[in-house]
C-alpha cells in the first residue's frame, strides 16, 4: 500500500463518519449503543452554512468582509501617526473603537454567512443527574473517610477546636488596621483661647465679616493651605456666619457664645453635618438655612442650626466664641459634643 | 484550482490537524474532550449576549486598568500640581492635592493615550454594571435561576455585589472632591453600624476621616483582591453554565432534553470574539468622544468643600438616594445610639439583598415547583414573579432618581423638599402600582394566547387517567390554547399561574399533556 493511498483511506473514512451522524453518535452528545432520543433530528446537516448554494451571495459577504477589514490598517495607521505627533482622545478613541468594530463586524459576517454549522439541535448532557450506580458509589466512597473519622469524635471535636483557636490567633491582626477611636471623636482641634483663622490662615477680627457674610474657619495651627494635608484635621470645619440684626435664638447656657461686630451678631457652628459628614457649604442668606449638599439636610441657622428637614436628626453644634486681648476672634472652648454623625458609643 | 488539487489541499491540511491533536492526545489523552468542547452548543438569542457583553466589559477593565496602574500613584501625600503650559491643567496651578489625585491628572494630561484609556476604563465599569443588571433581570424574569442554577444564580448576585464594590472603589482612587464625599458618607455609614461601627470604620480607615490610609489599602482591593475574587467566581460561573448547558426559551422541537443553537466551533467562538471587539470598540468610541469623570473639574478633594449636585457613579446611586429619602430618625439609649445612615445604607440594602438570594428557594415554594427546567419561562406565565421583578426595578429607579433630587429640582423648578416628599411616599407606592399594572398586563397578554412559536408541532399526545394514549387532532389547535411546558414535565404548577386561559382539557380526565407527540419521561415502557 502507497503513502498516497493509505492517507486516502483515512480521510475517506473521516468524511463517512462526518456525513452520517449515527456513525458517530457524540456529534449529538448521544453515547455510543444509546438509542437515538426522540427529540434530535436525525438528518441535520452540519456542514450547511448559509450562502452554499448561493455562489453570488458568499461572494458579496467575502466583499463586504474585505471592505471592512480593509479599514482597520487604516486605523492603525492613524493611530500611530497619532501616537507619534503627540496623541488626541477624541481621534484615539474614535480610530480604536472604528478599527475594533470594523473587525468585529467582517468576523459576525464570516461567522454568519460563510462558515458552516448554524443551527443544530442535540442532546442534552447530564440530564438529571447520574444514575443509581454511580451515585452509590460516590457515597461508599465518601463514608468511607467519613465513617473512619466518625470512629473518634473526640479527635474530630478536638480538630474543630484547635482550628478555632488557631483562627482567633490568625484574626489578631485585624486590631492593628486602624487606630482605636478612643476620645478622638469627641474632640476637635479647638480650645480655649484659639484663634480663628481663614483658610489661607489668616487669623479674623469680628469686623472681617460682613453682613450674611459665611466663611469656613479652622483653630489656629490646624489647617493652613500651605501646611501638608496630613495636618488638616476635618473635624474641627466651622462656619462663621454674620448674622446682622435678625433674632437668633439663644439657647439656655450658650448666652455668651456669641460675638457681636459693629454689623451684627457672630455665630459658629460646626459644618460636618451630623447625618453623613458632608460639609454643610449652602447658606440661604433669605431664610438663615444652611443646606448639605449631599442630601439636603437642612439647618436653621437661627434657631440654633436645629434640623428642619432632611435626614439629619441633630443640630450642628455650636462653637463658643469669644475675642482675645488683641481684638482677635478667638473660640472660649472646644465643642461641647462630637461634631458630626451620630455613632454607635456616642453618649 | 482544479478539485483534485482542493481536495489534496484539504487532505494535507487534516494531516497537520490530526497530527498537531494527536501530540497532545500522546500525552493528555484530550480527544474525547476536546471534540466535546468544539461541538458545544450554545443558543442563539439576543438577551443571552447581555451576561457575554458583561464579561467582555471585564476584560476591557483588566486591560485598560493594568495599563493605569502603570502610572497611578497610590498615595495621600501631599503635592503641589505645577503643571507646564501644554502638558496639564493649568486652572489647578499651584494647588496642594494628594499624589493619588497628581498621578490621574497626570495620567489624563500628559500620559499618552491616558485620558482615552481612563474613560474607557470609566466607561467599561459603568457598561459592566449596567450588563449584570440586565443579565440579572433576564435571569430573574425568565426563571433561569429555577432547578439546577440555583447556585449560580447565587455565584452571579455575589458578582454583582463584587463587582459593585470593585467598581466604588476604583471610583474613589483619584482622590478627587466628588469621590472623596461620597467616602466620607461611607465613613458615616460604616460608623452607623451597631457594636462594631466605630471600630470598624476607624480600622478600614487606619484611623479617623479621612485618614492618609485608605487611597494606598483601596488600591490593594481594587487591584488585586476584588479582580482575583471576580476572575474566581466568573471562572465557577463560566464553568457552571458549561457544564449544565445554557437554558433556552421555548420552541417548536425544543424539549427539556435537547439543546438547540450554534457549536463553539467556529460559529459561536468566532461571533463570540467579535463580540469581545465590538464591546471593546463601543467602549473605545464613548472613551474618546463622550467625557465621564473629569475629576480635574471637581478639584482635589478637601474635607471641608462640597459642590453641589454630587452624585456617584449610577449603580451607586439607589444606595444615595435611599439615603436622601429616608426619614430624620436615629435610636439612642442606654448610652448607645443606631444613627440615621444605618437604616437605609445598610439595613435597607442587607434585607434586599437576603430576598435576592433567598428567591430561588421562594420561588420553589410559590410554585411548588422543584422539577428540573432547561426551558425558559415566558414572564407573562409566572405573572406573580414579573410583578416583583417589575416592582423592584420600580424601587431602585424611584430611589436612583431620588439621588438627583438637587439636579432635578433645578431642572423641574420644585423645591427639591417637595420632590423628596414626594419621592418619599412614591417610594412605597410606584412600586406596588407598578407590580400590580405588570401582574394585570401578564394575565392580559396570557388571554391574547399562545404566540405562534409555541405552538406545538405534530398534534398533542395525551395520557388518560387510565392511562391510555391518543393524539389530538387539529381541532384543539385553536387561539388561545396553551400547552405549558412545564406541566408537560411533570413540574406542576400550584398557583396556576403557568397556565393561561383553559386550554380545553379536563385536568381531572387527561393527567399529563405531551408536547409535540413526544415522551417527556424518557424510558416510560409504554412510549418506547
Redesign the interface.
Known amino acids: 500500500m502507497s503513502t498516497t493511498e493509505h492517507h486516502g483511506q483515512r480521510a475517506d473514512d473521516m468524511v463517512d463518519q462526518a456525513r452520517d451522524p449515527a456513525l458517530d453518535p457524540e456529534h449529538f452528545f448521544i453515547e455510543p449503543g444509546e438509542p437515538w432520543p426522540d427529540d434530535v433530528p436525525r438528518d441535520q446537516d452540519v456542514h450547511w452554512w448559509r450562502f452554499r448554494d448561493d455562489p453570488k451571495g458568499a461572494r458579496k459577504a467575502e466583499l463586504k468582509i474585505i471592505a471592512l477589514w480593509g479599514v482597520v490598517p487604516l486605523c492603525a495607521i492613524a493611530l500611530m501617526i497619532l501616537y507619534v505627533v503627540g496623541g488626541q482622545p477624541q481621534l484615539e478613541g474614535l480610530f480604536l473603537g472604528t478599527a475594533m468594530i470594523c473587525l468585529a463586524t467582517g468576523l459576525v459576517i464570516w461567522a454568519r454567512d460563510l462558515l458552516p454549522g448554524h443551527e443544530v439541535t442535540a442532546k442534552r448532557n447530564h440530564q438529571g443527574g447520574s444514575g443509581r450506580l454511580e451515585r452509590t458509589g460516590a457515597v461508599v466512597s465518601l463514608s468511607r473517610g467519613i465513617e473512619g473519622m466518625a470512629r473518634r469524635p473526640f479527635l474530630v471535636r478536638m480538630l474543630g477546636g484547635v482550628i478555632g483557636i488557631f483562627g482567633l490567633a490568625m484574626a489578631f491582626p485585624i486590631a492593628s488596621l486602624g487606630a482605636r477611636p478612643h476620645r478622638s471623636l469627641y474632640k476637635t482641634g479647638w480650645a480655649t483661647g484659639k484663634r480663628l483663622v481663614d483658610e489661607d490662615g489668616r487669623p479674623l477680627r469680628p469686623d472681617d465679616l460682613p453682613v450674611n457674610g459665611i466663611l469656613t474657619v479652622f483653630p489656629e495651627g490646624d489647617s493652613h493651605a500651605n501646611e501638608a494635608e496630613s495636618d488638616k484635621d476635618p473635624q474641627s470645619a466651622t462656619v462663621l456666619i454674620n448674622l446682622g440684626d435678625a433674632k437668633f435664638d439663644v439657647r439656655p447656657g450658650t448666652q455668651d457664645w456669641n460675638v457681636r461686630s459693629s454689623t451684627g451678631l457672630i455665630v459658629a457652628f460646626s459644618k460636618i453635618c451630623t447625618h453623613a459628614g458632608c460639609p454643610v457649604g449652602l447658606y440661604n442668606t433669605q431664610s438663615h438655612q444652611l443646606v448639605c449638599p449631599c442630601h439636603q439636610s437642612t439647618f436653621d441657622v437661627l434657631g440654633g442650626c436645629n434640623p428642619v428637614f432632611g435626614p439629619a436628626s441633630r443640630s450642628l453644634p455650636q462653637l463658643p466664641l469669644g475675642v482675645n486681648a488683641d481684638g482677635y476672634l478667638v473660640s472660649t472652648s472646644d465643642y461641647k459634643e462630637p461634631v458630626g454623625p451620630g455613632f454607635w458609643n456616642r453618649s | 484550482m482544479s478539485a483534485t488539487k482542493q481536495r489534496l489541499a484539504?487532505?494535507k491540511r487534516?494531516?497537520v490537524e490530526r497530527m498537531a491533536l494527536d501530540q497532545v492526545d500522546d500525552r493528555i489523552n484530550s480527544s474525547?474532550f476536546v471534540?466535546?468542547a468544539l461541538?458545544h452548543?450554545f443558543p442563539?438569542h439576543w438577551a443571552f449576549m447581555v451576561g457575554e457583553i458583561a464579561m467582555y466589559c471585564f476584560v476591557v477593565l483588566l486591560v485598560t486598568g493594568t495599563y493605569l496602574a502603570l502610572y497611578y500613584t497610590p498615595s495621600?501625600?501631599?503635592v503641589v500640581y505645577h503643571p507646564t503650559p501644554g502638558h496639564g491643567y493649568m486652572p489647578l496651578a499651584g494647588q496642594?492635592m494628594?499624589e493619588a489625585y497628581f498621578s490621574t491628572l497626570n495620567l489624563s494630561f500628559d500620559v499618552?493615550?491616558g485620558?482615552?484609556v481612563r474613560?474607557?476604563h470609566h466607561w467599561a465599569a459603568v457598561v459592566f454594571m449596567a450588563a449584570i443588571a440586565f443579565h440579572l433581570c433576564r435571569v430573574f424574569f425568565t426563571g433561569a435561576f429555577r432547578k439546577p442554577r440555583e447556585t449560580n444564580y447565587v455565584i452571579g448576585l455575589t458578582l454583582l455585589l463584587v463587582v459593585m464594590l470593585e467598581g466604588f472603589s476604583g471610583y474613589s482612587l483619584p482622590d478627587d472632591l466628588l469621590s472623596g464625599?461620597g467616602l466620607?458618607?461611607v465613613?458615616?455609614?460604616v460608623?452607623?453600624?451597631?457594636?462594631?461601627?466605630?471600630?470598624l470604620?476607624?480600622?478600614?480607615?487606619?484611623?479617623?476621616?479621612?485618614g492618609?490610609?485608605l487611597i494606598p489599602r483601596l488600591f490593594v482591593v481594587h487591584e488585586f483582591l476584588f479582580p482575583l475574587l471576580i476572575i474566581g467566581l466568573l471562572s465557577a460561573h463560566l464553568a457552571l453554565i458549561w457544564?449544565?448547558?445554557h437554558t433556552d426559551f421555548p420552541a417548536p422541537?425544543?424539549?427539556?432534553?435537547?439543546?438547540?443553537?450554534?457549536?463553539v466551533?467556529?460559529?459561536y467562538a468566532?461571533?463570540s470574539?467579535?463580540?469581545?471587539?465590538?464591546v471593546?470598540?463601543?467602549?473605545?468610541?464613548?472613551?474618546?468622544?463622550i467625557q465621564i469623570n473629569p475629576i480635574w473639574i471637581y478639584g482635589a478633594y478637601n474635607?471641608?468643600?462640597?459642590?453641589?449636585?454630587?452624585q456617584p457613579d449610577w449603580y451607586v446611586g439607589w444606595l444615595?438616594g435611599a439615603?436622601?429619602l429616608?426619614?430624620?430618625?436615629?435610636f439612642?439609649s442606654f448610652?448607645?445610639?443606631?444613627?440615621?445612615?444605618f437604616f437605609?445604607g445598610v439595613l435597607i440594602p442587607g434585607l434586599l439583598f437576603t430576598v435576592m438570594y433567598a428567591w430561588p428557594a421562594i420561588d420553589k415554594r410559590i410554585y411548588r415547583d422543584d422539577a428540573?427546567h432547561?426551558l425558559l419561562d415566558r414572564p407573562r406565565d409566572k405573572p406573580f414573579r414579573t410583578a416583583v421583578g417589575v416592582a423592584a426595578i420600580t424601587f431602585f429607579t424611584i430611589c436612583t432618581l431620588a439621588s438627583a433630587?438637587?439636579l432635578l429640582g433645578n431642572d423641574t423648578h420644585i423645591a427639591?423638599?417637595r420632590l423628596?416628599e414626594i419621592l418619599q411616599i412614591g417610594v412605597f407606592v410606584a412600586p406596588v402600582l407598578a407590580g400590580a399594572i405588570a401582574y394585570k398586563a401578564c394575565v392580559a397578554l396570557q388571554r391574547t394566547g399562545n404566540h405562534v412559536i409555541m405552538q406545538p408541532v405534530g398534534g398533542i399526545l395525551i395520557r388518560t387517567a387510565d392511562g391510555a394514549y391518543h393524539t389530538l387532532g387539529d381541532e384543539h389547535h385553536g387561539h388561545g390554547e396553551i400547552h405549558d411546558h412545564v406541566d408537560g414535565n411533570g413540574g406542576g404548577n400550584g398557583r396556576g399561574d403557568g397556565n393561561g386561559g383553559g386550554n380545553g382539557h379536563d385536568d381531572a380526565e387527561l393527567e399529563e399533556p405531551v408536547v409535540?407527540g413526544?415522551?417527556q419521561a424518557?424510558g416510560d415502557p409504554n412510549l418506547g
Open positions: 484539504a487532505e487534516m494531516k474525547s471534540q466535546k461541538d452548543i442563539d495621600s501625600a501631599d496642594h494628594s499618552r493615550a485620558l482615552v474613560q474607557i464625599t466620607r458618607v465613613f458615616s455609614i460608623e452607623s453600624i451597631p457594636f462594631i461601627g466605630t471600630w470604620a476607624f480600622d478600614l480607615w487606619g484611623s479617623g476621616f479621612p492618609s490610609s457544564r449544565q448547558g422541537g425544543k424539549t427539556e432534553t435537547n439543546i438547540r443553537g450554534s457549536r466551533w467556529p460559529q468566532l461571533k470574539g467579535a463580540l469581545l471587539l465590538f471593546f470598540g463601543v467602549l473605545a468610541l464613548l472613551g474618546g468622544l474635607p471641608y468643600a462640597v459642590s453641589a449636585g454630587s444615595d439615603v436622601r429616608w426619614p430624620h430618625w436615629e439612642r448610652g448607645h445610639e443606631i444613627a440615621n445612615p437605609p428540573y432547561n433630587t438637587d427639591f423638599e423628596i409535540g413526544k415522551p424518557p
